[in-house]
């Protein structure tokens, strides 16, 4: 699927992101990790966090990126990768 969307270099957008298993309370179980994460990209590919609130199985975000970049896509994939990777494996199962 394509998604439409606005790429405005150095603008500031607001994200929802969810878990694909929203019965599961992982993001304010291992808040630590996803801290760690948006850390870890944000010192690799700078942004600006204007909001971020964590609930049980999804997250809303504020960001501002920096001028001539409009590229949020993949601070987004390096996030969930990096939160995913680091999950304590339970049973074989994330």
Known sequence: MRYRRANVEGGTYFFT???????LHLLVE???????????????????????VVLPDHLHAIWTLPEHDANF???????KGQFSRRMPKKGGHF
């Not at 992101?17 to 019965?23: D, K, M, P, Q, T």
């Not at 808040?31 to 971020?52: G, T």
């Open 17 to 23: 992101v969810n878990l694909a298993e929203r019965h």
């Open 73 to 79: 896509a993949t601070r987004w994939m390096l996030i």
């Open 30 to 52: 291992n808040v630590d990790l996803l801290r760690d994460a948006v850390r870890a990209v944000k010192q690799r590919h700078p942004f600006y966090i204007d909001a971020f």
